[in-house]
């Protein structure tokens, strides 16, 4: 469903390129759960970005479930990533003006969900993570753990068709950390491709398939089993 | 060289008080190494910010090699900071519009220390961290692992008396998370305090001692062994 081809990207610095992706060549099959591991610098999050299209500054090719996204303008990426992305980001990216029930609501409100709907799913991932008492909270008033809760959440709630996880555990307690796991494995079981940065192996080994990255270049793990 | 006795911290939320922290009666000796561990939401970051007198805001006393920081003003209570603090911060606060370089010189620049000598500091620890082509990049042109990697080399920079970490591995693999803790060791045997909170088992096997928080209490290790 995600095929990369040739794909570079590189950032100018002065008279150089500094090429964080190189001759990235990956195929990642509906309902994968996918491991990607590497050093820090490695073009991880950077590579995410480009299959959860927030970055477009790249050359290559680059087909999501038979669209040919690097022919796609802004509008019609946008509504792709809406339809049919969860995304956990390094950084949170919370929405700071937003309580936590109006964040974990946000992806509900881009689709067709009456709003009894959405106050019950957004009650329901509340009580999962056991944040319900900080649901009138903002992102500021949060531990930094119940920050990556909450965006773990909100990636999940609408129940995607791919899920993007970057480092989603790091400033969790590893009995926490495995409950996220064991709920990633779940959706996965349910039908949603996970595509998972993690530096943990005890994370990894919930994926089907680690990729290995090292200086922008795939080292191990392109091509499925 | 740290005491606090019974430290209360709350917020008001309408009309209830929710305690963060509570009756916290904790000792930490000159040259110690100590992990502070507990779940998510348990007042870890809480209590290293009232130690790092980030925060003012709760009930109690704290005495700082000798001084009764409860009774110090703002202006006073900076001072002591500059002069005796290094604090990795959970989300880093780099400043974003310096470079690298530059977020390393600032501490630096509170201690009466020749230019030519801070560029001499500075130098050594992009080599040390192994980020020296690095150096005049922004902090949002870096990678995770290596914002925190900013973050921590921008705490040890000066050699304080006391180094603060908040969970300073969580975005690094194993062998760099390793490489940080083999470090923090090193300082510490040179005479270095250290209060790291961790959620990691491998790190806190550094510290001599591991103080437990759950729910604002401390539940053991709040007295020297
Ligand atoms: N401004 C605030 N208003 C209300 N509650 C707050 C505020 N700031 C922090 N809290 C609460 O204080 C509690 C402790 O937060 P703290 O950041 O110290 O946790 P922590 O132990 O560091 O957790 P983590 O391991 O997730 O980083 C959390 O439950 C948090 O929601
Ligand atoms: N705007 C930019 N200008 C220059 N270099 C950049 C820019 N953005 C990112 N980079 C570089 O791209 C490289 C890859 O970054 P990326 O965030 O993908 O790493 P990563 O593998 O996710 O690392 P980590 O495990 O530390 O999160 C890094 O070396 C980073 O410095
Ligand atoms: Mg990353
Ligand atoms: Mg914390």
Redesign the pocket.
């Known amino acids: 469903m995600i095929s990369l081809r040739n794909l570079d990207k590189f950032?100018q610095?002065g008279p150089d390129r500094?090429y964080?992706l190189r001759r990235i060549n990956l195929d990642i099959r509906e309902g994968e759960f996918v491991a990607i591991m590497?050093?820090?610098?490695?073009?991880?999050?950077?590579?995410?970005?480009v299959i959860g299209m927030h970055d477009t500054a790249w050359t290559g090719e680059y087909t999501l479930l038979g669209h040919q996204v690097h022919k796609l303008d802004r509008k019609r990426r946008m509504e792709l990533y809406k339809k049919y992305f969860g995304f956990v980001f390094?950084s949170y990216h919370l929405l700071d003006d937003l309580t936590v029930a109006e964040n974990l609501d946000v992806p509900l409100g881009y689709r067709d969900i009456r709003k009894s709907e959405r106050q019950a799913m957004v009650a329901d991932m509340l009580d999962r993570f056991r944040i319900v008492g900080k649901k009138d909270l903002y992102p500021n008033q949060l531990s930094g753990g119940q920050q990556q809760l909450v965006a773990v959440a909100r990636a999940i709630i609408a129940n995607p068709k791919v899920i993007l996880a970057?480092?989603p555990t790091g400033n969790l307690h590893s009995s926490q950390g495995l409950e996220i796991m064991e709920l990633f494995k779940q959706l996965n079981e349910d039908g949603a491709t996970i595509v998972m940065?993690t530096?943990s192996e005890t994370n990894a080994a919930y994926a089907h398939r680690i990729i290995q990255?090292a200086d922008?270049w795939i080292e191990s793990g392109a091509n499925a089993a």
Do not use: C, M, N, R
């Not at 590497?38 to 970005?49: E, F, N, Q, W």
């Open positions: 950032y610095q500094f964080v590497g050093p820090s610098g490695a073009g991880k999050s950077t590579l995410l970005h390094q970057d480092e940065v530096h990255i922008g």
